[in-house]
């Protein structure tokens, strides 16, 4: 069995930061989103993985390489623009053959892994398996519905949903997925929607089988749902501190200090993660909060946020909540300007300054 992780969107919901930086590659708890899905593909056994790629594909290949950090062998197909999931599944036949696959999207978190549904996958041999979840908000997503367990109708971003089962970012399929996108036609957003050549299967007497989440599963691709991730993940870390604390310091909760961190006269209250040659001095990093290599944080109070690397807080003034905060940012408070007086005075005037 083999794996295919989507990483060729654009990421338009996170710009500005992903001007400048692939979706993929936002730290959650100080790793990027995309290492999670290939942790999850290795954890379930399968360690021949396709990644697709677009834009962002040099920044991509850099950060994963050839897969061998992951005990995994990777291999880069290249979308040239983002056409869609279903399209994305077309062009990568030459890599995929006939073999069974996951198809994983790069920016998805699943808690409990894939491992039980790609075991259910292969013992059950349907031509597809289908991950859904309850959503409060369903007509952001694709929508199932379903008649006792059996699958009938999937619809893409509905207006007016039939249910709240949204199909969530893993799929499980055989050969015949590759007839489905050949057979079906770009959609009202000018893409192969997967939805669509799911329902192909469906309609014409395949074997497309539902499993329910079980945990948590996140969608990052908005500013909430990163925050979100990390707040969740964070609560799992194992506490270490590995840097220099001083006696005037307070640490407490679930804790993980990098090598080379210096904290100065600070709080710290967790779930936190702190990452190497960082500085905290004078400063609450409260919980829930990520903070990537060599930032600086000083005089500064943060909580329920992630710092980017190379990053640096200086006396704010107000905490910082709820924040994504890029590479290599500066955010500090200005001095005050000095009071300035200007006149033009007639004669014989009298003016009193407090």
């Known amino acids: 069995m083999k794996g295919l992780i989507l990483s060729g969107g654009r990421g338009t919901r996170l710009r500005p930061l992903t001007f400048t930086q692939a979706k993929q590659l936002v730290p959650v708890a100080n790793r990027p989103i995309l290492f999670y899905g290939i942790d999850a593909l290795r954890e379930a056994g399968i360690v021949e993985i396709g990644i697709v790629v677009g834009d962002t594909k040099e920044e ?18 290249e979308q040239d623009e983002p056409l869609g999931l279903a399209h994305a599944v077309k062009i990568s036949e030459d890599f995929l053959n006939e073999d069974p696959f996951v198809m ?16 259910e996958f292969e013992k059950e041999s349907p031509n597809s398996l289908i991950l ?28 007016v949903p039939k249910s709240n089962l949204a199909l969530v970012g893993v799929y499980m ?19 192969l929607e997967i939805t669509d050549a799911i329902q192909y299967l469906i309609d014409n007497g395949f074997d497309v089988r539902p499993h329910f989440v079980t945990g948590w599963w996140k969608d990052t691709g908005k500013l909430e749902d990163i925050l979100e991730a990390n707040r969740l993940i964070l609560e799992g ?3 270490r501190i590995e840097g220099n604390v001083d006696e005037e310091s307070k640490v407490s909760g679930l804790v993980a200090i990098e090598k080379e961190v210096r904290v100065t006269n600070s709080i710290i209250r967790g779930p ?9 001095v004078d400063s609450y990093i409260g919980p829930f909060t990520s903070i990537q290599n060599r930032c600086k944080i000083l005089k500064t109070e943060i909580e329920n946020s992630i710092v980017l690397e190379g990053s640096e807080l200086s006396d704010v003034g107000s905490r910082i909540d709820e924040s994504l905060i890029g590479r290599d940012v500066k955010i500090y408070k200005c001095p005050p300007k000095p009071s300035v007086y200007k006149f033009m005075v007639g004669d014989k005037s009298e003016i009193g300054i407090k």
């Open 237 to 239: 870390i194992s506490s």
């Open 104 to 119: 994983y999207l790069g920016d998805n978190i699943l808690k409990t892994g894939i491992k039980r549904l790609v075991d």
């Open 173 to 191: 399929f055989d050969f015949h997925i590759f007839e489905a996108v050949k057979a079906i036609q770009p959609s009202w957003r000018h893409e």
């Open 272 to 280: 936190v993660v702190i990452g190497s040659s960082c500085e905290i």
């Open 132 to 159: 859904l979840t309850e959503v409060p908000n369903p007509q952001l997503f694709g929508v199932a519905e379903l008649e006792g367990e059996t699958v009938v109708r999937l619809v893409e971003k509905p207006k």
């Open 60 to 77: 991509i290949k850099e950060a994963v390489g050839d897969g061998s950090q992951f005990d995994v062998k990777v291999t880069y197909i």
